[in-house]
């Protein structure tokens, strides 16, 4: 649910990361955090336990440049992933423009995308969405890692719909496939909601 | 898909209004207008070195953790939550369904003048919400988005990253 003021001239586009627990999702936002114009990024907050484990949300506000003479601005957050408040799903998953599935490309944690991902289109219908009409995309994360599933493998598992889909590794330096993702995303949106008004 | 948020100018100054008159009658160092998801509609009183965009998503948050909670012990919402400090006090409070607002006070105020202020306000934002809901999805909106072109989107990420 996109969130337009004629007054203040901005659009506000919320954008959920959503993922097994440990996927990276944290990690792509802090990467976008440290690699985004210093302008155009607000303050990232993350809300984690001392074991550095995701407790209620992250999430970053960013600003793009004007459309049509309205401001755009991001608000990235991420689900979290083990202590699954049904609260902060619920504050998270209202109100999303797009949604972005990072999977954990090892072998190991193949069962836990499955989960994870059955758990997110329940999500999205329970709040009244449709996966196949709401904007998404998916991420295969931690490419680099020895022991992980092809990518092949993974996109029939993860992505029977053909939605854009990308290789990741959140935690180099260039964090190859995170900006690409986040775009191919927010140009969903943009196309939708124009797609809409004509 | 989900409905959109629109709000127009009309409402924007309406709603403005009267969360200004209550930073007044309430002593109230600040006020914000919040909708459930974490955006902002109004912020007066001493904003200037309140990071408001995190303070929206945050009361968002601890709105939507306290309503599970009002949940489990089986009330159906707990329509205000009040967090004391040593100096400033948060009171936060539902506006119909979809609404939130907060009021950060001091000592030149009290929980009671607080909490007696925002109720009479409350019915007001309401009213400007109900208002603004019919005027919704009478597409007066549809304009800004059939102009945008492919380029315009490509140019989105071109200084950010
Ligand atoms: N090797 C490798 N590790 C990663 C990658 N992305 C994230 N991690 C690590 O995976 C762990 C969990 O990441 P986090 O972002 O906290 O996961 P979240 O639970 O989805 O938020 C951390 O130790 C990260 O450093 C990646 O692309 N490659
Ligand atoms: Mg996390």
Known sequence: M??????????????????PGLCGKTTNIK???TATNPDARGKLIS???????????DFLPLSLPAIRGFKTRLHLYTVPG??????SRK????????VIFVADSQDARFEANLIAMDDLKENLSAYGYDIEKIPFVVQYNKRDLPNVTDV????EALNPWGVPDFEAIATEPDGPGVFDTLKAVVKMIIQQLRAGAR | MNPRTVI?????????????????????????LIDKNGQILVAVGETANIDTTSLASLVAGTTAATSSLAKLVGEEEFPVHFHEGKRDNLHISLVGEDHILTVIFDERSSLGLVRLRVKKATEKLVEIF?????????????????????????????DTF
Request: aromatic share 12%; with cysteine; glycine share 4%.
């Open chain 1, 31 to 33: 990467f976008i955090h």
């Open chain 1, 82 to 87: 083990q202590l699954f408040y049904s609260a």
């Open chain 1, 2 to 19: 996109s969130f337009i003021n004629y007054s203040s001239r901005e659009i506000i586009l919320k954008i959920v990361y959503y993922g």
């Open chain 1, 152 to 155: 092949e493998k993974l996109r």
């Open chain 2, 130 to 158: 109900v208002a603004l809901a019919e005027r919704q999805g009478l597409g007066e909106e549809a304009d800004l988005f059939s102009e945008i072109t492919d380029e315009d989107i490509e140019n989105l990420f071109s």
């Open chain 2, 8 to 32: 127009f100018e009309e409402e924007q100054r309406r709603l403005q209004e009267v969360c200004t008159r209550l930073t007044r009658d309430s002593l109230a160092r600040a006020i914000f």
């Open chain 1, 47 to 57: 809300l984690e336990t001392k074991a550095e484990r995701t407790l209620f949300f």
């Open chain 1, 91 to 98: 504050l998270i998953m209202k109100g999303a423009d797009g």
